[in-house]
């Protein structure tokens, strides 16, 4: 039988692993502030930043002078909530089907599987993981 991830990771198969992961880093100025105390005091080892929120230059510029955060990137075709919105990266064409009425993603999952065009989320998706930060530290 082949070790389990649990195996994989150094524990014993029995051994009980809990791994947390901070979710949606640079949602907010206190959202990045928190995030990062967490990984600086180990309460937590890894996390995403969320690339089409308002603070991501303010993780990315942390980021770049802690290298050793294990940070990847949350992508998104969604944006849940009522009164803090987002838009694409990718672009501003509404027949792309990335744009609710509103002028912003989607709210549910439901409403963006229903109107995004396959071809238009893989953009958004990869321009999310491929943002530039313009200005250097």
């Known amino acids: 039988?082949?070790?389990?991830?649990i195996e994989k990771m150094g524990f014993e198969a029995d051994d009980i692993v809990v791994i947390t992961h901070i979710d949606d880093i640079a949602m907010s100025h206190a959202a990045n502030v928190a995030s990062f105390e967490c990984l600086d005091y180990g309460i937590a080892k890894c996390g995403s930043v969320i690339s089409v929120s308002g603070w991501l230059m303010e993780?990315?510029?942390?980021?770049?002078?802690r290298q050793d955060y294990d940070?990847?990137?949350h992508l998104t075709l969604t944006s849940?909530?009522?009164t803090y919105r987002w838009r694409p990266l990718s672009t501003s064409n509404p027949e792309s089907g990335l744009f609710d009425p509103e002028g912003y993603l989607w709210?549910?999952?439901?409403e963006?599987?229903?109107n995004i065009q396959p071809e238009s989320a893989e953009l958004e998706m990869r321009a999310q993981i491929n943002?530039?930060?313009?200005?250097?530290?």
Do not use: L, W
């Open 71 to 73: 940070i990847g990137v």
């Open 112 to 114: 963006a599987v229903s």
């Open 59 to 65: 993780a990315a510029r942390i980021c770049q002078k």
């Open 107 to 110: 709210m549910t999952a439901q």
């Open 80 to 82: 849940e909530y009522f």
């Open 1 to 5: 039988m082949s070790p389990s991830i």
């Open 131 to 137: 943002i530039k930060i313009i200005h250097p530290m």
